[in-house]
């Protein structure tokens, strides 16, 4: 039938990566409670241990007024190696589609199954317990770590595994037709509807899911989430030169709740270069699924900087003391969406073929926001000695088994106030208001066999902030600028294709060590149309090879948020169509 088309489009990938990271620290310390080695007085390594009985510090002198006291050391088992992270992701997309019509009616239906799995091994990781009885027995010498044997070094190593998978299944059905006439032309109308389904499962090792290996933070997390929803648009031609359109869309998630997103839209061309566009729309974002409700709690051992003044008189310690607890990551059963609102202005400027302008202005109010309140913001709250809380955070009723996800967010505390644990998630808290000024500027030009083409896209950010506090645009993390400059060059069956990426520098950076200075990286591809329907492409991103901005400020040295740290990268990709 000529009034139908059926499509199908099957895709498979299969990505692998291998990352050498530093030697493994000894913070988290799940092994004995405290969150740091314990040396305890005697034992070999404690500081002040003297070599007749059995100390193995040289300068065990000058730590002998502690000689009776219980101490944590730090530690990184860089005798051990570093971590070494291999992983594997292989997906599989399959899309059906058919269009067709009846009547005076476009009908359009779709079915999706998208499926990732991810698999990763991690060597070089330790085993606590084990590694606190070698620093215990003293065969592993913190003075001397290098000197250990290997014997020794592989009894408390492990290799922590995982394998993750996320699964999506769709179906999707749209109705359109023409509603009247307008000077402008037919208006129309589409109504759909959407059935989806997610799935989502992350599963370390025995070990790693038990908090017992220091190194990783692979914590056991699932969900899965059901979501159907219907939308309509509406389609106005008003006149050869104004079009309007109107779109509304209703969701619901069966643990989330419903809500209802909207658009408008409007393009007015006055000349046949110059066109102007304005628009508004409020929408709604669900939480990540890992917080979905069937899902094991993750979580982990919690020490050092928080601190709690009942926890410290229950223990008999100062004000200000660090102890430990458990801590379970939960799905929040208070939480709602997020609610975004944007209004858009903008004009574009074609003054002949092949080049044109366009600048945007964007004003966002996000309402709301999903954030995940740090621990010590929680035990705040509780406590009633803090003014920006979310709802939802309290003193919680201990259970035997923790955690009570049911309970919500908020602390539990024994008899004798000492918390047991916390239980952690994400909230809705506060709001983000940004404006700024999108900008794009492109032109193609065409010599005989050769064609160039040029995009420069910018942003601009004018305002940030952040629960109505000051305006940090242009401070640390939040670039007043960023850019990017596509240059492609076309001759026959090859393409060479040239960008530059530019982050503007920052006005303070987290170490207070004076402004940020901007960054910039170039990227080149080639790539052969091969005459049997095939792409083969070679490329090298970031050419000079530049370093992330240094800030020691950032716990990894840079931030994580706007650069990266792969360096100089080389590729080579073949795709064959059939």
């Given at each position: ?101 009846i009547g005076i009616f476009d009908v359009s239906l779709s079915a999706q199954r998208a499926e990732i799995q991810h698999d990763e091994l991690n060597d070089n990781l330790i085993l606590s317990e084990l590694a606190q009885a070698a620093i215990d027995t ?362 530059i990426n530019h982050i503007d520098g920052q006005d303070q950076s987290l170490a207070f060590a004076g402004s940020i200075p901007s960054w910039t990286t170039h990227d080149a591809q080639l790539r052969w149309a091969a005459p049997w329907n095939a792409d ?43």
């Amino acid at each position: 039938d000529d009034n139908w088309a059926l499509a199908l489009d099957v895709r498979v990938s299969r990505l692998e990566s291998f990352g050498s990271f530093t030697a493994t620290p000894s913070s988290p310390w799940p092994a004995n409670g405290f969150g740091g080695i314990l040396l305890r007085p005697g034992s070999p390594n404690h500081p002040a241990t003297p070599p007749s009985a059995g100390g193995l510090n040289p300068f065990w002198q000058d730590y002998e007024e502690v000689a009776g006291w219980n101490l944590l050391n730090a530690h990184r088992f860089a005798a051990n190696g570093p971590r070494e992270l291999r992983t594997q992701a292989v997906s599989y997309n399959i899309a059906l589609a058919l269009d067709g019509r009846i009547g005076i009616f476009d009908v359009s239906l779709s079915a999706q199954r998208a499926e990732i799995q991810h698999d990763e091994l991690n060597d070089n990781l330790i085993l606590s317990e084990l590694a606190q009885a070698a620093i215990d027995t003293g065969v592993y010498n913190l003075y001397d770590p290098f000197g250990t044997p290997e014997d020794v070094l592989e009894s408390f190593e492990v290799t922590g595994s995982r394998d993750a998978n996320y699964l999506l299944r769709s179906l999707q059905g749209t109705i359109a037709t023409e509603l009247f006439e307008l000077p402008g032309g037919t208006s129309r109308v589409l109504v759909g509807a959407e059935l989806r389904g997610e799935d989502f499962e992350d599963r370390p090792d025995a070990l790693q899911a038990a908090l017992r290996v220091t190194g990783t933070a692979a914590n056991p997390s699932l969900g899965e989430r059901e979501l159907w929803a219907v939308f309509g648009e509406l389609a106005f031609p008003v006149t050869d030169r104004l079009d309007a359109m109107a779109a509304v869309r209703w969701d619901d998630y069966d643990y989330t709740g419903s809500g209802t997103s909207a658009r408008l839209a409007m393009d007015w061309r006055p000349l046949d270069s110059l066109g102007i566009h304005a628009a508004w729309s409020r929408s709604l974002r669900a939480e990540p699924l890992p917080q979905g409700p069937d899902g094991p709690p993750g979580g982990g051992f919690q020490s050092g900087a928080p601190t709690d003044e009942q926890s410290c008189q229950a223990l008999g310690l100062p004000p200000g003391c660090a102890f430990a607890f458990q801590r379970f990551d939960i799905r929040n059963p208070e939480l709602g969406p997020e609610s975004i609102e944007q209004f858009d202005l903008g004009v574009r400027f074609t003054p002949f073929d092949g080049f044109e302008m366009a600048v945007s202005g964007f004003d966002i109010l996000i309402e709301d926001r999903l954030i995940r309140p740090g621990v010590q913001q929680i035990i705040n709250c509780v406590n009633g000695v803090a003014s920006r809380c979310p709802d939802g955070l309290n003193l919680l009723d201990p259970v035997d088994v923790p955690p009570d996800p049911s309970a919500g967010l908020g602390i539990a505390r024994d008899p004798s106030g000492l918390i047991r644990y916390i239980q952690t998630g994400l909230a809705g808290l506060g709001r983000i208001e940004t404006r700024g000024i999108d900008a794009r500027l492109s032109s193609r030009w065409r010599f005989g066999s050769f064609s160039v083409s040029s995009v420069v896209d910018a942003t601009w950010v004018d305002r940030y902030r952040v629960d109505n506090g000051s305006n940090v645009a242009g401070g640390n993390g939040r670039p007043d600028w960023r850019g990017r400059w596509q240059t492609n060059l076309d001759w026959n069956d090859f393409a060479l294709t040239w960008i530059i990426n530019h982050i503007d520098g920052q006005d303070q950076s987290l170490a207070f060590a004076g402004s940020i200075p901007s960054w910039t990286t170039h990227d080149a591809q080639l790539r052969w149309a091969a005459p049997w329907n095939a792409d083969i492409v070679i490329g090298v991103d970031n050419l000079a090879d530049r370093d992330p901005v240094f800030d020691s400020g950032e716990v990894r040295g840079f931030n994580f948020d706007l650069y990266d740290g792969y360096g100089r990268l080389g590729y080579l990709r073949y795709t064959q169509r059939f």
